[in-house]
C-alpha cells in the first residue's frame, strides 16, 4: 500500500481520471449556485445536479472532481469522536449516460489495487441487497470471493431522494486487521466497530423515483461515487482518525504550538484542540467563497463555526482572538490546491478577526451569568435551564442558544427549548405590533393584494410617462365599487399604466389621472406579487367611474430625480464592490426623489477614508457621462455576460440589465437615465450598520 499524503491522494486520483478520458473541473464553490435545497455544498454530486437531472447539457458525459464539502449536521460531535468533522474533500468520477456499472466499478478496482497498492485481499464490498448485476461483476469480473461481497438493505446501499432520480449503491471497504475489531465471528462491513472502514462508495442511478413511489427505468443511467479524501490519506498513511492524517497533524501541532498544551494527553483538552483544528479549516474555506457571518442561513453556520472555536480556545487558556493568525496557517498549507485562499487571505483574516472580537465581548459576561443560572439550577436540584433564562441570555447579552446548550450538556444539564420558542415568538409578535401603521395603513399593498388576482394591468412607463387607458377596477377601503367621488380617497386600476409600481427599493410614482369628468392625484403607486399594479388615488373634482377612459401623467420632475438617484445606487454598488471587496453584495434599498439608502453585506464599519475613496469613485463615474443602456434577455443571458443579480430573487422569464459602460451591469426592473452624467453630484451622508452583518 502507497503511503500517499492528503495532496498526494488528489492527485493520483485526478490525474488517474484524466488519463480515463474524464474532463477534470475544480472544485465549485461552497456556496450552491441556483440551489435552494442547499445551504452549503455537503457533497462531491451536489454543484453537478442539473447535469444528473437533465436541466443542463454537461460539458463533458464524464467527469472528475475533488470537491470541497461542509456538513454541520452533527456539529456537537465535532471534537468528542475522532470521525466527525464540518469540513472534508470529496474525490468523485462521474458518468452522465456513458458508461455504468461495470466500468466504474473496474475503475475502483484499478485504482485502489494498481494506483494506490492496497492489497486485494484487505478489499471487501458491500452492494445493495437484490443487485445481483454488481454482484456478479464484482464476483465474476473482478474475482472478489463470494463472502466478501456482503448484501446490505435499502438503509446503506441504496441512494434516493423524495422524487427523481435513485438507485442502489456498492461500497469499498478496507479491513485494518482484528487489533481495530470487536472480535465476533460475524464482524464484517456494516459492524459498528473501527474495522472495516469505508472509503468509497459507487452510486448507480438506474431510476426515476415519480410522486407514487414508482421507481421507473431511467433512459440514461449515471454514475456519481464519492470517495472521502481524508478518510482515504488516513487509511493509506496508517493513521487511526482523520486527526491523525499528516496534512492534520499540522494544524494540530500549531494549535499545540499557540496554546502550549500538547495533544494525546488529556480527553478534554483533545476535544478542544479537534473543535479548533476542524473549525478553522471550514471558516477559512467558506469566508474564501464568499459567507459572511449573520444570524441566519449560511452565514450563521459560519458564526456558529467561529464562536465555537473561540470558545475552545478560551477553555484552552487562550486569552484574546487568535483564530485570524491560525488561518494564515490553512492558507499556507491549501493554497497551492485553492490559490482563492491566498486571494482573498487579507478578507479572510479580517473577517475572522472582527468576529471573534465581537465574540470575545459577549462570551465573558454571558458565561458569568450562565454559571449562576447553572448554580442556582443545581441548588434547586433541577436539571433543566428554564427557557426564559436561556432567552434573557440571548436576548440581552447575544449568547446564542446552540452555545448554552452545549455549555449545559458538559454540565449534564439541558435547557427547556420549548420555553426557549415561546418566549422568541412573543418577542416577534411585539416587534410585528411595533411595525403596525408603518407605511400606507390601510391602503398597504399586503392588505389589497388578493383582491386583484382577477386583473391584469400592463406597465408601459419605460416608454411612457402619458398615456391613454381604461379603468378596470375601483375599490373604496375594502370594498369593490363603481366609482369614487370628489373628496373620496381609493384604488384605481387601469389597464395599462404609465405609473411605475413601488418595487425593487424604488418608491412608486406619483401624478394625475384625468378624464372628460374627473381629475384624481396619484399619492402613491404600488403593485402586488403578481405585478398587478394599482394606483392610490384622491378624487379632485368630478366621479371615477369603472370602464370609462383615463389619461394618467406621470409627474416627470419627480420620476427623473428617482431616476438620478437609482442609477445612482448601482453606481455605488460597484463602487463598495470596488473598495471592500467582492463579498458586498445589495441587501436591500430605498430609492427616493431627494435621497437614496443602500443595504449591503459586510463585517465592519467602513473607514472614513474608504468611505471618501467610495464617493470619489461615484463621482468620476459621474462626470465620466458613461452611456446607460438597457438590454432585454433572458435570466440565464443576463448570468453569462455577467450581470450581477440577487439571484435566490425571483425573476421572469425575460429581466432587464441595466449597462453603464463597462463600469456596471444589473438585472434591474427599476427606472434610470440614459447618461450617468444626468445625476449629478454624489455625496455620503451617513453609514451605519443596520444589522449583523448588514
Known amino acids: 500500500m502507497k503511503k500517499l499524503g492528503l495532496h498526494e491522494v488528489k492527485k493520483e486520483f485526478l490525474d488517474f481520471f484524466k488519463e480515463k478520458d474524464h474532463l477534470i473541473e475544480k472544485s465549485f464553490p461552497l456556496v450552491p449556485k441556483n440551489d435552494k435545497s442547499l445551504l452549503l455544498i455537503n457533497a462531491g454530486m451536489a454543484p453537478l445536479k442539473p447535469y444528473f437531472t437533465g ?13 470541497k464539502c461542509v456538513r454541520t449536521g452533527d456539529i456537537e460531535n465535532v471534537g468528542k469522536t475522532d470521525r466527525h468533522a464540518t469540513f472534508f474533500e470529496m474525490l468523485g468520477n462521474f458518468s452522465f449516460g456513458d458508461y455504468f456499472k461495470e466500468e466504474a466499478i473496474e475503475f475502483a478496482w484499478e485504482f485502489m489495487t494498481e494506483r494506490l497498492e492496497v492489497p486485494k485481499d484487505k478489499i471487501w464490498v458491500t452492494i445493495y441487497e437484490d443487485d445481483d448485476e454488481s ?36 461500497e469499498i471497504y478496507i479491513d485494518r486487521g482484528e487489533k481495530h475489531g470487536c472480535g465476533k465471528e ?14 468509497w462508495n459507487l452510486v448507480f442511478s438506474q431510476f426515476d423515483k415519480d410522486e407514487n413511489g414508482n421507481y421507473n427505468n431511467l433512459t440514461n443511467k449515471n454514475i456519481d461515487t464519492g470517495m472521502g479524501l481524508e478518510r482515504m490519506a488516513a487509511v493509506l498513511e496508517g493513521a487511526d482518525n482523520i486527526f491523525e492524517v499528516g496534512e492534520i497533524k499540522k494544524v494540530i501541532s500549531e494549535v499545540e504550538r499557540t ?92 473577517v475572522i478577526k472582527v468576529e471573534e472580537e465581537k ?15 447553572i448554580k442556582e439550577t443545581k441548588e434547586k436540584g433541577e436539571v433543566v435551564l428554564s427557557g426564559d433564562k436561556a432567552f434573557k441570555l440571548y436576548d440581552t447579552y447575544g449568547f446564542p442558544l446552540d452555545l448554552t446548550r452545549e455549555i449545559l450538556e458538559e454540565k449534564n444539564l439541558k435547557v427547556d427549548e420549548n420555553e426557549f420558542n415561546v418566549e422568541m415568538e412573543e418577542q416577534r409578535n411585539r416587534a410585528r405590533k411595533a411595525r403596525e401603521g408603518v407605511g400606507n395603513g390601510a391602503w398597504s399593498k399586503d ?4 383582491r386583484f388576482k382577477s386583473f391584469n394591468t400592463t406597465f ?9 387607458s381604461e379603468v378596470i377596477g375601483i375599490f373604496l377601503e375594502d370594498e369593490k365599487v363603481s366609482k369614487l367621488s370628489e373628496g373620496e380617497e381609493g384604488i384605481i386600476l387601469l389597464n395599462e399604466t404609465p405609473f411605475y409600481g413601488e418595487g425593487g427599493g424604488q418608491v412608486g410614482d406619483t401624478g394625475t389621472i384625468k378624464g372628460d369628468n374627473f ?28 370602464g370609462k377612459e383615463a389619461v394618467s401623467q406621470v409627474d416627470i420632475s419627480r420620476r427623473n430625480d428617482i431616476a438620478r438617484n437609482h442609477s445612482a445606487t448601482h453606481l455605488l454598488h460597484k463602487a463598495l464592490k470596488d473598495v471592500l471587496g467582492d463579498h458586498v453584495n445589495q441587501a436591500g434599498s430605498i430609492v427616493l426623489p431627494n435621497r437614496l439608502r443602500f443595504d449591503f453585506t459586510h463585517f465592519e464599519a467602513i473607514s472614513k477614508e474608504d468611505l471618501a475613496k467610495i464617493e470619489q469613485i461615484v463621482n468620476e463615474k459621474i462626470l465620466e457621462q458613461l452611456e446607460v443602456l438597457t438590454i432585454e434577455t433572458t435570466l440565464e443571458e443576463a448570468k453569462k455576460i455577467g450581470a450581477t443579480a440577487l439571484f435566490d430573487e425571483k425573476y421572469g422569464g425575460k429581466v432587464r440589465v441595466i449597462k453603464m459602460s463597462d463600469y456596471s451591469m444589473e438585472l434591474c426592473g427599476g427606472t434610470h437615465i440614459d447618461n450617468t452624467g444626468k445625476i449629478g453630484l454624489f455625496k455620503i451622508i451617513s453609514e451605519s450598520g443596520i444589522a449583523s452583518g448588514v
Open 55 to 67: 436541466e443542463v447539457e454537461p460539458p463533458r458525459r464524464r467527469m472528475a472532481t475533488c470537491q
Open 135 to 170: 454482484f456478479k461483476i464484482w464476483n465474476e469480473k473482478i474475482g472478489i470471493e463470494d463472502k466478501k461481497i456482503v448484501r446490505l438493505g435499502k438503509e446503506d446501499n441504496f441512494w434516493e431522494l423524495e422524487v427523481g432520480p435513485c438507485g442502489p449503491c456498492s
Open 186 to 199: 460475524t464482524c464484517k462491513p456494516g459492524c459498528e466497530c473501527d474495522r472495516y472502514v469505508e472509503v
Open 259 to 350: 496554546t502550549g498544551i500538547s495533544y494525546g494527553k488529556d480527553k478534554k483538552t483533545d476535544e478542544s484542540i479537534r473543535v479548533v483544528t476542524d473549525h478553522i479549516r471550514a471558516m477559512t474555506f467558506l469566508i474564501s467563497d464568499g459567507v459572511l457571518p449573520s444570524n441566519e442561513g449560511r452565514g450563521y453556520v459560519l458564526r456558529r463555526l467561529i464562536r465555537r472555536a473561540a470558545r475552545h480556545g478560551k477553555l484552552l487558556g487562550i486569552e484574546g482572538a487568535f483564530l485570524s493568525e491560525l488561518s494564515s496557517f490553512i492558507i499556507k498549507l491549501w493554497s497551492e490546491d485553492y490559490p482563492e485562499l491566498r486571494e482573498n487571505e487579507v478578507k479572510i483574516k479580517k
Open 359 to 373: 465574540f470575545q465581548e459577549t462570551i465573558d459576561q454571558g458565561i458569568n451569568i450562565l454559571d449562576a443560572y
Open 447 to 450: 392588505d389589497f393584494s388578493h
Open 460 to 468: 408601459r412607463g419605460y416608454e411612457d410617462i402619458k398615456l391613454s
Open 519 to 546: 381629475k384624481a392625484l396619484v399619492l402613491d403607486t404600488k403593485k402586488t406579487k403578481d405585478n398587478v399594479i394599482f394606483h392610490l388615488v384622491k378624487v379632485l373634482s368630478g366621479e371615477i367611474e369603472d
